[in-house]
């Protein structure tokens, strides 16, 4: 499984950016998805997970924000972010976890909220 992960970029406090996490791979209906962000100095921290079956969870930190959706007709995961804060500055990654347990990552991709 490879995964490219897009949609980052600057935005301003109160905005909004869309990342997507496309995967390659027929097996990808059966395979959950998390994003995970870091950011400088701290540690890696789960956001947002679906499962193959399209079960959701987010962090408590972005829940009421953040979305997360997929496409399995484009083998892609889509997390929304609304009313983005500056904390939320962090590189954000994605993680297939397979249905016979193997984990794969993509690239991160910087999202950056300023002030």
């Known amino acids: 499984v490879q995964l490219q992960a897009s949609g980052g970029g600057l935005v301003q406090a109160g905005g909004s950016l869309r990342l997507s996490c496309a995967a390659s791979?027929?097996?990808?209906?059966?395979?959950?998805i998390g994003w995970y962000r870091q950011a400088p100095g701290k540690q890696r921290e789960l956001v947002a997970t679906?499962?193959?079956?399209?079960?959701?969870n987010l962090a408590d930190s972005v829940k009421g924000r953040f979305t997360i959706s997929r496409d399995n007709a484009k083998n892609t995961v889509y997390l929304q972010m609304n009313s983005l804060k500056p904390e939320d500055t962090a590189v954000y990654s994605c993680k297939a976890t397979t249905y016979n347990g193997y984990n794969y990552w993509g690239q991160g991709t910087q999202v950056t909220v300023s002030s």
């Open positions: 679906i499962s193959s079956g399209g079960a959701t």
């Open positions: 791979g027929s097996t990808f209906r059966r395979t959950a």
